[in-house]
């Protein structure tokens, strides 16, 4: 098991974290956390459980949670495209309890440490702020618009960072 612990001597993250988490692999044990986490994260866009599912055992996914005193706090997955240096952040979200403390930051930089690929992309919601803020500052800018592209009708705006190059 892949274990990582946020270095508070670290310089520049700027924010203080007031209690420690740890950021693993998930496995299909997390199912049941992980159902709980997106209903709480993801009112309109929860995933149904054959897409948990995939996320946690399907091959070539990078899958991690965020745990805090042995409960999931936060998820991330992504995955490469074959044949393409490109991969794509295809869901990360915390618990509202657990929000601000930097857990979907370091959840990213775990995720983004992992992956080979030159480029990496993810989707949101046109009026998701937060996530839209939190891509912005680590880096990602706007390279696409799919209109329409939600269920009731909102766009996606789709973000892109250019990472492991030179
Ligand atoms: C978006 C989300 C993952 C952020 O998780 P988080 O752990 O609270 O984010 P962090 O604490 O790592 O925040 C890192 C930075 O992102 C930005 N940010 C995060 N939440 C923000 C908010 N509510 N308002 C403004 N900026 C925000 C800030 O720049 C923040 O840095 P700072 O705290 O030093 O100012 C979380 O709000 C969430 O799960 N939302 C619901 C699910 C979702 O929308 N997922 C993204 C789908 S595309």
Known sequence: MISWRRDPSQPGRGYALTSEF?????SLRDLGELRR???EC???DAWPLIDLVAVLTFPGI???KAVVNGKMAGFVASDLRRGEDLAWIVTIGVLPTFRRRGIARELM???EARLTAKRIRLSVRRNNLPAIKLYQTEGYTQVDVWGNYYADGEDALIL???????
């Open 109 to 111: 930089y775990a995720c």
């Open 42 to 44: 993801f009112e309109l």
């Open 62 to 64: 990078i899958r991690l």
């Open 22 to 26: 740890d950021i693993v692999e998930a």
């Open 37 to 39: 986490l997106e209903r």
């Open 160 to 166: 892109e960072k250019k990472v492991n190059i030179g």
